[in-house]
């Protein structure tokens, strides 16, 4: 089956780290970039992070910069979103995407919610 699957989010304190995972089945996952897109409550979906095929190369939106790290691992067909030191603007809905097929593929996404 050709499917994206997010893992990894839950409630944090600001502050405190998390650890998105995606597990991609049923295409050749070495052959795409990947990208992070997150959509907070009563806002537009937002581009987060990416990283091409071979993970050699990313890039971060400007709020999450010196905080996120995306990395990815092609031969379990993983890619990671490493948030710390994270923030109340960061809670939001997490999905991630291959530029795979007519639209794309999207995962299910999973909610990350920093609160005190």
């Known amino acids: 089956q050709v499917q994206l699957v997010e893992s990894g989010g839950g409630l944090v304190q600001p502050g405190g780290s998390l650890r998105l995972s995606c597990a991609a089945s049923?295409?050749?996952?070495?052959?795409?970039?990947m990208k992070w897109y997150r959509q907070a409550p009563g806002k537009e979906r937002e581009l987060v992070a990416s990283i091409n095929s071979f993970g050699s190369s990313t890039n971060y939106a400007d709020s999450v910069k010196g905080r996120f790290t995306v990395s990815r691992d092609n031969a379990k067909n993983m890619v990671y979103l490493q948030m710390n030191a994270l923030q109340l603007e960061d809670t939001a809905v997490y999905y991630c995407?291959?530029?795979?097929?007519?639209?794309?593929?999207w995962g299910q996404g999973t909610q990350v919610t920093v609160s005190s």
């Open positions: 049923g295409f050749i996952f070495s052959s795409y970039s």
């Open positions: 995407n291959a530029p795979a097929y007519h639209t794309g593929l």
